[in-house]
């Protein structure tokens, strides 16, 4: 097994452990401004939108520590990039750091990120192509990785196999996340600005 395909591995069974320790570091540097919290809390709520979109087509197997899947999914957001829960992240990640007020914080995370992501979308695309050497390699050279096209190919469209209630159901601990992220930030630069008066 290569470096990228461990990495990516290690990446993949730890995604929801690894980013506590940037959240309890936000929690200390942020210096929140009203226009961040006005250009972040768009970002965060279109990158949610886009997750929960996903959910209804890929469902909430997602949270599994074991990569799999039963059939690959190319419907709905997946007919406009390969990897759109992740360009999801990616765009509340941009929310937060917006929020957060603190450059040098946000090129921390911004590093941290960008190995994650360059590491796990090999490691579960070279997962899909072995499960599903044919589709996959036609799905592959039609929609692109990562930056999505504005038009979804029209060889993959399809309905949701998932309703909207299923997809809220299993966004409710990033729900719970989200919001217990966004109310550390506010809490911590409340005191900051109370201690400093």
């Known amino acids: 097994m290569g470096f990228i395909k461990r990495t990516g591995q290690f990446f993949f069974v730890w995604r929801d452990k690894l980013p506590v320790p940037l959240v309890l570091a936000m929690a200390g540097c942020a210096r929140p401004r009203l226009y961040g919290w006005l250009l972040g809390l768009p970002l965060i709520l279109l990158g949610e939108s886009l997750r929960i979109w996903g959910l209804m087509h890929i469902g909430p197997k997602t949270r599994t520590r074991e990569i799999c899947a039963e059939r690959l999914i190319t419907s709905g957001p997946y007919s406009h990039c390969r990897n759109p829960l992740y360009l999801a992240n990616f765009i509340k990640i941009l929310g937060f750091m917006v929020i957060s007020g603190n450059a040098l914080f946000a090129a921390v995370v911004a590093l941290f990120y960008l190995v994650e992501f360059s590491t796990m979308i090999p490691f579960e695309e070279e997962f899909l192509a072995e499960k599903f050497p044919d589709a996959h390699r036609c799905y592959r050279e039609a929609v ?11 060889r993959f469209a399809a309905e949701a196999n998932f309703t909207l209630s299923e997809a809220l159901q299993s966004e409710k601990r990033t729900f719970a996340s989200t919001s217990l992220i966004l109310l550390t930030v506010a809490l911590s630069a409340a005191m900051r600005k109370e201690r400093a008066a």
């Open 144 to 154: 692109p990785a990562f930056v999505p096209t504005l038009e979804a190919n029209s």
